[in-house]
């Protein structure tokens, strides 16, 4: 039998967008508030503040200069950051497979779903 | 709804009272570049440095290219479907006749999530660039960039809001500027016309070269995608085309080779006059590098154009996320997916108008109290989740209309190995937003599970089976 959706009422559209919405500002925002937003750079404590210590030739140093930045002091901070990319592999094994899941889980929702689709729209229900 | 064809001109969005009013077929080839290019370019002009900071010089050109490989993947998948499944809403439209609703629905929010966060960065770029403006004009204070920030995103949305031919020309007269002032500078720094300025070997030695070694090169490959992230977005103009199975593929395909060649440029431009970790902080250092590199060069003109050509990139990028998204949100409105008030079109001018003007406050909410580059790093994520789909869409598609049983716009070659090369470089590029990223990667994801629960148990009880297969094909195998 062709399936007949039930009509929605204005005010469960707009319950139904804001509850699309809170879950979208959730997951940029609650990473932010919780200070668990990786990527930023460390600079090492008693980082060098001149243009020798920090390892920069001449043509570093005048292209710095043609910037406007002529005290090595202030740029230090960019010239010594630096990422550490050390991690664990229990991390890593851990996003593997919520990857690998999520995939798993769409495509098996999807399949349940398609099925009803096609056999609807081909025929093959009354 | 009922049944359409979808390649009917009088099909698709909800009118007043009821009516059915469609999208307005009016765009050609060249719109489909101009939406393509203008989209990604922006990634020329910013955002990609921060693949330098990730692992220094070499690194970024080997993430550019890579990237290059894993986008001409998606750029051929892309040309052959979207040439066959020709309607707004471009990969979501093709999830949902290919794959199943439940990742049509996540494919939709993918797409959303990409642009309007893209559309943010650019916002953010453009408020930057006109405070960097008025500081190098003489002003003294700090000029607030918020209003300016405001103002593109409300500009654009108005102009997508009055009609899509008018949009995408602006689009390609400004995405076209922009291009042109990437040649002007090559041609002007490395030797060509003038002497060369150019001082890779200076300002790549030593441990400039590699700075983190191999683990930086994967590392890279987050910001790698930058140099073309959005290139897939051509598809929303499928409906909007007068010739699909021509235009799509055409400018697509034409399209992908021009950021080849634009991020090829871009790299040898800036890594010779910039130092690498100057270049590769785009935050606190080179925010807008070719900007930068104009002025190094010390030659006003240059400066002039560069900085004209970083507010076009920057401008044709939001305006072509600000068209994509509401597109794709548009077009999941049509389907019930989300609320069927987001499925309207507008009376007069033809667009998805609804949509246009619910996605302005939430661009403004990411633009305006959101870092850029997490708003950069939620746009890629969002990608990378797209281009994961691709490929299983792309082989599950051969393989319930095999070639010869529908008629495709074009046929890509050499199938399945485009397919699985863009899964092995989605797999590493995963590694490389883990090694800094990894906590959002995780936070998306969780985000997009919770979503699909919602739309699974609760929001799909609104959607008609039958009615959202809309393409005149054949049962597909296998079932």
């Known amino acids: 039998m062709t399936y007949r959706p039930p009509k929605q009422s204005k005010l469960s559209q707009l319950f139904d967008v804001i509850v699309l919405l809170a879950m979208t500002f959730g997951a940029l925002y609650i990473p932010l508030f919780l200070g668990l937003a990786g990527g930023s ?53 851990v996003m593997i497979v919520v990857i690998v899941a999520y995939y798993a889980l769409m495509l098996r929702f999807s399949e349940q779903e398609y099925r009803d689709v096609i056999s609807e729209k081909f025929g093959d229900r009354p | 709804m009922a049944e359409f064809d979808i390649t009917s001109t009088t099909r698709d969005g909800m009118g007043p009272h009821g009516t059915q009013v469609g999208l307005l077929r009016v765009l050609g080839p060249a719109h489909v570049w101009a939406l393509g290019v203008g989209i990604v370019l922006v990634g020329e002009y910013m955002g990609w440095n921060f693949a330098v900071g990730k692992g220094g010089a070499y690194a970024a050109l080997i993430a550019c290219w890579l990237a290059g490989i894993l986008y001409s993947c998606v750029a051929m998948i892309d040309s052959e479907v979207t040439s066959t499944v020709a309607a707004a809403g471009g990969q ?54 918020r209003p300016f920030i405001v103002l593109v995103i409300v500009f654009l949305a108005w102009l997508n809001y009055r009609g899509v031919l008018a949009t995408l020309t602006f689009n390609l007269v400004i995405t076209a500027v922009a291009f042109v002032a990437i040649l002007v500078l090559f041609v002007s720094t490395t030797g060509l016309l003038a002497p060369s300025m150019m001082q890779h070997a200076a300002l790549m030695e030593g441990p400039a070269a590699l700075p983190y070694g191999w683990i930086g090169v994967l590392a890279a490959m987050h910001f790698g995608l930058w140099f073309y992230l959005g290139i897939e977005g051509t598809t929303q103009a499928a409906e909007e085309v007068r010739s699909p199975a021509r235009a799509l593929p055409f400018g697509t395909l034409a399209g992908i080779m021009t950021l080849l060649i634009a991020a090829t440029l871009t790299w040898y431009i800036c890594v010779g006059l910039i130092p690498w970790e100057f270049l590769g902080d785009g935050v606190n250092g080179s925010v807008a590098p070719l900007f930068d590199a104009a002025r190094l060069t010390g030659m006003q003109p240059l400066v002039v154009l560069l900085g004209v050509g970083t507010l076009f990139a920057t401008l044709a990028s939001a305006n072509g996320c600000i068209n994509d998204a509401s597109r794709a949100w548009f077009a999941m409105g049509r389907d019930k997916y989300l609320p069927g008030w987001f499925g309207a079109v507008h009376p007069k001018y033809r667009t998805p108008y609804r949509s246009i003007i619910f996605l302005v406050p939430i661009a403004l909410a990411f633009a305006l109290k959101a870092p850029l580059d997490q708003v950069v790093t939620f746009s890629i994520l969002s990608g990378l989740l797209e281009y994961t789909f691709m490929p299983i869409n792309m082989i599950l598609f051969r393989r319930k209309w095999p070639m010869h049983t529908i008629k495709r716009g074009y046929e890509h070659p050499f199938h399945p190995i485009p397919s699985l090369a863009l899964l ?18 995780v936070a998306m994801i969780v985000f997009y599970i919770v979503a699909s629960l919602w739309f699974h148990f609760w929001r799909y009880r609104f959607v008609a089976r039958a009615a959202q297969f809309t393409m005149p094909w054949p049962k597909p195998r296998g079932y």
Not at chain 1, 44 to 70: D, K, R, S
Not at chain 2, 111 to 124: D, G, H, K, P, S
Not at chain 2, 428 to 437: I, N, P, R
Request: one cysteine or more.
């Open chain 2, 92 to 145: 979501y439209t093709q999830a949902k006749h290919i794959v199943g609703p439940l990742m049509a629905f996540n494919v939709g929010l993918y797409l959303v999530f990409a642009y309007t966060m893209l559309e943010a960065a650019n916002a953010i770029t453009a408020g930057y660039l006109i405070s960097e403006v008025a500081r190098l004009t003489g002003y003294d204070g700090t000029l607030d960039q």
């Open chain 1, 41 to 93: 750079k460390s600079v090492p404590e008693g980082a060098p503040t001149t243009w020798e210590g920090m390892g920069q030739n001449a043509a570093q140093v005048a292209q710095y200069n043609a910037l406007g930045f002529t005290d090595p002091a202030a740029v230090s901070n960019i010239i010594n950051a630096r990422y550490d990319y050390s991690f664990s592999w229990g991390a890593l094994a």
């Open chain 2, 424 to 441: 092995a470089l989605c797999a590493v590029t995963f590694f490389a937003v883990f090694l800094g990223y990894g906590t959002q990667l």
